[in-house]
């Protein structure tokens, strides 16, 4: 099956830093689609990319889907305490199918 | 909140029983899909109904099953169950006529089997 790989799988970052984190396939894929999950809850869509170099803001966010097409990247801004959760690249593949990466866990210390 | 809902919220069962889990998609969409997610395998797609049909298949076991009704809500069956099947399990849908397949999802049911 199709495998996403994110890097860090955690971080710890200091309230008000910028924070980055990679996805990459040997893949690939015509979207790119990041979620975030906080405890208990789904995965919430926060940014999607549809365009090989297409580079993509939302707030505080921005996302970049790569040339290759076979990764991504996904920058928050100045963060703050509710940046906290776990963040997931996804791909979309075939008929319209998602394949995830294992997520990272971000931790914002204020 | 997605406008996905899912119940139950928390489902507890025993070994070799068998549970529905239900989904209701957000209001005009077509689509379903059903995920497990597990601490070691991360989300796993499952399957994809759209308007009452099976459309995609994903790393399903036998023992699952599902279904989506005329009016699009969906079920998930899950028989014989086992110690390995406690996971959290997704529905999410996704809006007719979506190129790019923005799915959104529920708040999910996490299943614990003992």
């Known amino acids: 099956g199709q495998q996403l790989n994110q890097s860090p799988q955690s971080m710890f970052i200091q309230e008000g830093e910028d924070v980055s984190m990679n996805c990459t396939s040997s893949?690939?894929?015509?979207?790119w689609l990041w979620y975030k999950q906080e405890p208990g809850e789904g995965p919430v869509l926060l940014i999607a990319?549809?365009?090989?170099?297409e580079l993509t803001s939302n707030g505080r966010l921005t996302a970049q889907f790569g040339i290759t097409r076979k990764d991504s990247f996904l920058n928050i801004s100045a963060s703050i305490p509710s940046d906290v959760g776990i963040y997931f690249c996804?791909?979309?593949?075939?008929?319209?199918?998602?394949?995830f990466g294992k997520g990272n866990q971000v931790v914002v210390i204020p | 909140d997605s406008g996905v809902t899912q119940t139950p919220k928390h489902l507890i069962t025993a070994t070799g029983q068998r549970v529905t889990l239900r989904c209701s998609p957000r209001?005009?969409?077509?689509?379903v899909y059903w995920y497990q997610q597990s601490l070691d395998q991360g989300l796993q797609f499952l399957i994809q109904?759209?308007?009452?049909?099976?459309?995609a298949k994903g790393n399903i076991l036998e023992r699952f099953s599902a279904q989506q009704f005329p009016d699009l809500h969906s079920e998930l069956n899950l028989s014989s169950l086992e110690l390995g099947d406690s996971a959290l399990y997704f529905c999410?849908?996704?809006?007719?006529?979506?190129?790019?397949?923005?799915?959104?999802f529920g708040p999910g049911t996490r299943l614990t089997v003992l």
């Open positions: 999410a849908s996704s809006p007719v006529g979506s190129v790019y397949n923005e799915q959104f």
């Open positions: 893949s690939i894929f015509n979207t």
């Open positions: 990319l549809y365009k090989a170099g």
């Open positions: 996804a791909g979309v593949y075939g008929n319209n199918r998602l394949a």
């Open positions: 209001s005009g969409d077509l689509s």
């Open positions: 109904y759209y308007n009452g049909e099976e459309r």
